[in-house]
């Protein structure tokens, strides 16, 4: 089975042109399952849709959530689809499963005013804090995810049209971007970064104190350090952002297909989520608006 798995993971990559992070998912679901199978002495081959069941029932007992489940099953049914195609199985054992529901919650948003308050902490006193204001700010103007963020190079970025080109495995989207973040990635961009890079050749848009490309957790870091500045006792991290941005857009009159397209949803099923909080943004316009509210 190892040597199926490398071949269906290097397929993911090459032909699906999966992003690093998805590509990891699947390997740990794979590895994960082909652990269970060995422990149980079953060949991946042999199993039927029963054996399938059996293992989500231990990934229950192992205190999985539902949505870790539903994504293990779907890491697993792909692998067996792939089997499939290449006559390696007879018939896909989760052919006749259905993946766990998942309660839908409600993303966690920061008001307005929040918002205001953490991008107002980076100071443009030092490079540093050039960087970091340049890069909340476009954080909140795209609502991009923070592995497309940081996955950003400079020659992505359009100054003089104001719009960036977000690459996402083999799909592109154009994000506008607005005058405040355009500002301070300019700013950035002529005054901190041709400082802070140490080869000429550096092409990341967002790059560390030492010149490299910023990380994930450097991000993380970056913005929970100003959550503190800022005295905002709500948990914020880099996609409560994208949360916001979303929310907000369509709580001022964005329509849900727009914003599903700057988001990069495949699915607006996806985007609907945040109609949860357009009726208050639709009373509070309703109440500026109306003559006799």
């Known amino acids: 089975m190892e040597k199926q798995i490398k071949l269906f993971l290097d397929f993911l ?17 794979i590895v994960q399952f082909e652990e269970y199978l060995d422990s149980k002495r ?13 293992y989500i029932d231990y990934l229950k007992e192992e205190g999985k959530k539902s ?33 766990p529901k998942i309660e839908k919650k409600a993303p966690s948003i920061l008001s307005s005013e929040e918002v205001e308050l953490l991008l107002e902490q980076p100071k443009n006193v030092d490079l540093k804090g050039i960087r970091d204001k340049a890069m909340l700010e476009f954080a909140y103007a795209t ?13 992505d970025v359009n ?11 083999v799909k592109k989207r154009t994000i506008p971007l607005g005058n405040i973040s355009i500002k301070a990635l300019n ?13 000429e050749n550096e092409k990341a848009l ?32 880099p996609h409560v952002l994208r949360h916001s941005f979303a929310t907000h857009l369509l709580q001022n009159g964005a329509d849900l297909k727009s914003i599903q397209m700057m988001l990069g949803h495949s699915d607006i099923s996806s985007t609907q989520i945040y109609m ?11 109440k500026k608006a109306h003559p006799r509210a």
Not at 13 to 29: F, P, V
Not at 84 to 93: A, E, G, I
Not at 145 to 150: A, Y
Not at 190 to 197: E, Q, Y
Request: glycine share 4%.
């Open 206 to 237: 967002f790059v560390n104190v030492n010149g490299k490309r910023l990380t994930r957790q450097g991000f993380w870091k970056i913005i929970k350090y100003y959550k503190e500045q800022a005295h905002i006792s709500k948990d914020i991290t």
């Open 13 to 29: 990559e090459n032909d699906k042109k999966l992003s690093a992070n998805t590509l990891q998912s699947y390997k740990r679901d």
């Open 67 to 99: 949505s870790t489940i539903s994504r293990n099953l779907a890491s697993i049914r792909s692998f067996y689809q792939y089997q499939l195609r290449n006559k390696k199985v007879k018939k896909d054992p989760t052919e006749g499963l259905e993946s």
């Open 159 to 169: 100054f003089d049209k104001s719009f960036v080109v977000c690459t996402n495995g």
């Open 276 to 286: 949860k909080y357009q009726d208050d943004g639709l009373k509070d316009i309703y």
């Open 42 to 54: 079953l060949v991946y081959t042999k199993i039927d849709e029963q054996e399938i069941r059996k």
């Open 187 to 199: 700013e950035y961009v002529n005054n901190a970064r041709p400082v802070m890079i140490k080869n």
């Open 143 to 155: 609502g991009m995810r923070v592995t497309e963020i940081i996955s950003l190079n400079l020659e």
